[in-house]
C-alpha cells in the first residue's frame, strides 16, 4: 500500500483531500500540518519525512495572502519558493514523488481567450510570482513531480470568498463585489477527487502540469449572485469596478484555464461551477 503524506493539511485544499480520502483503503495517509512539518526548515522537514518515508507528497502548503505578500515578500517566498526547493531537495534524497499546486495569478489576465499550460507566465503581484517561482523549483525534481494550478477554489474548509459571501449574506449584509474580473471557479473538492482517483490508476505524473477548474466562467460578482439566489436571500448586492478597491495586490482580469489536458488523461468532462457550488453550499448547511 502506498503512503501518501498531505502537507498544509490544515489548509482549504488540505482539508478537501481529508474529506476526500476518509474511509479510502488504496492509500495510507499521514496529514502533516506547519507545526509537523515546515516547509521552510530543511532540517526539520527532512527528519519528519524520514519517518514517514512517503511514496508520495501532495504539497497543499503555501502562503496564500495574496494582499498581504506585498508588503511581504519574503514570508510569501519562504514558503511558496524555499519551501518547495527544500521538499525537491528531500524527495530527491528520499524518493517520493511530488503533486504540488499553482494558480491561476501567475497570467496576466491581458489573454482574452482561456490560457492552457503552454501560455506564456507573466505574474503581476508579489504572490504570482512566488507561485511562478516555486513552480520552477518544483520542474527541477528528478523525481516523478507534477503541478496542477486551479483558480479561485471554493470549498466547505478553511477562509474563501463562498464561506465569506454566504456568512454576509446570512447576516443581511449589503455587499460591494468586483464585477470586472473573470475565471473559471474550483471546487476544491472536486480537485482533490480527480488527485486522487488519478492517483489511484498512476497517470498523474504523465505530465508535469496541469490545469484544473470546473467549467464555465464567471465574474466574483457573479459567483455572489448565484449564492445570494441559492440562498433565497434578499441583501443588495452592487457590482463594483477592481479600480474602486485600495491596497489590493493587482490580480488578473482574465485568468480562465483550460483545462482540457487533464480531462484527457483523466478521460472526464470538468463539471459546470454552479452544480460544484451547490453541493459547497448544501455541506455547508448540514455542517454549519
Ligand atoms: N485558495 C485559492 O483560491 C487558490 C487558487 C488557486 C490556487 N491555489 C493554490 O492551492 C494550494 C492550496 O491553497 P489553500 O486554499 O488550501 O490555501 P490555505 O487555506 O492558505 O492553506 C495553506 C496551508 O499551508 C500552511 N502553511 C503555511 N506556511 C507553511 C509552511 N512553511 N510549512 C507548511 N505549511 C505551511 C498554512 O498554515 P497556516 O494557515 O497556519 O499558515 C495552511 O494550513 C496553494 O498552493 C495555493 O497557491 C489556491
Redesign the pocket.
Known amino acids: 500500500m502506498k503512503t501518501l503524506v498531505i502537507?498544509?493539511?490544515?489548509?482549504?485544499?488540505?482539508q478537501?483531500f481529508r474529506h476526500v480520502l476518509a474511509g479510502n483503503t488504496k492509500f495510507k495517509v499521514h496529514y502533516?500540518?506547519?507545526l509537523d512539518?515546515?516547509?521552510?526548515?530543511l532540517e526539520a522537514t527532512t527528519k519528519h519525512l524520514q519517518a514517514l518515508q512517503p511514496d508520495i507528497v501532495i504539497?497543499?502548503?503555501?502562503?496564500?495572502?495574496v494582499d498581504a505578500a506585498e508588503a511581504n515578500p519574503q514570508q510569501a517566498a519562504?514558503?511558496?519558493v524555499l519551501?518547495v526547493e527544500n521538499l525537491v531537495q528531500v524527495a530527491e534524497k528520499l524518493g517520493f514523488s511530488i503533486v504540488?499546486?499553482?494558480?491561476?495569478?501567475v497570467f496576466d489576465g491581458k489573454q482574452t481567450t482561456p490560457y492552457d499550460e503552454t501560455a506564456p507566465t507573466r505574474a503581476l503581484s508579489v504572490y504570482g510570482q512566488t507561485?511562478l517561482n516555486g513552480e520552477t523549483a518544483l520542474f527541477k525534481a528528478t523525481t516523478p513531480h507534477c503541478c496542477i494550478?486551479?483558480?479561485?477554489?471554493?470549498s466547505p474548509f478553511?477562509?474563501?470568498?463562498v464561506k465569506t459571501i454566504r456568512h454576509k449574506l446570512l447576516h443581511q449584509e449589503a455587499l460591494q463585489v468586483v464585477n470586472d474580473q473573470y475565471a473559471r471557479p474550483?471546487y476544491?473538492i472536486d480537485l482533490a477527487q480527480k488527485v486522487v482517483q488519478l492517483l489511484q490508476n498512476n497517470s498523474l505524473m504523465t505530465h508535469p502540469l496541469y490545469h484544473f477548474a470546473n467549467s464555465g466562467e464567471t465574474s466574483w460578482f457573479g459567483l455572489a449572485q448565484h449564492i445570494a439566489t441559492k440562498l433565497g436571500s434578499e441583501a443588495p448586492i452592487t457590482a463594483i469596478p477592481t479600480s474602486s478597491l485600495k491596497n489590493t495586490a493587482p490580480r488578473p482580469k482574465y485568468s480562465v484555464l483550460a483545462t482540457e489536458r487533464i480531462e484527457k488523461i483523466g478521460n472526464f468532462s470538468q463539471r459546470v461551477w454552479e452544480a460544484a457550488l451547490d453541493d459547497c453550499l448544501k455541506l455547508l448547511d448540514e455542517t454549519h
Open positions: 502537507t498544509g493539511a490544515q489548509g482549504q485544499l488540505g478537501c502533516s500540518t506547519k512539518c515546515d516547509l521552510s526548515q504539497n497543499c502548503a503555501a502562503y496564500t495572502q519562504n514558503v511558496n519551501g504540488h499546486f499553482s494558480t491561476d495569478y507561485k494550478r486551479s483558480s479561485w477554489v471554493f478553511g477562509k474563501n470568498f474550483t476544491g
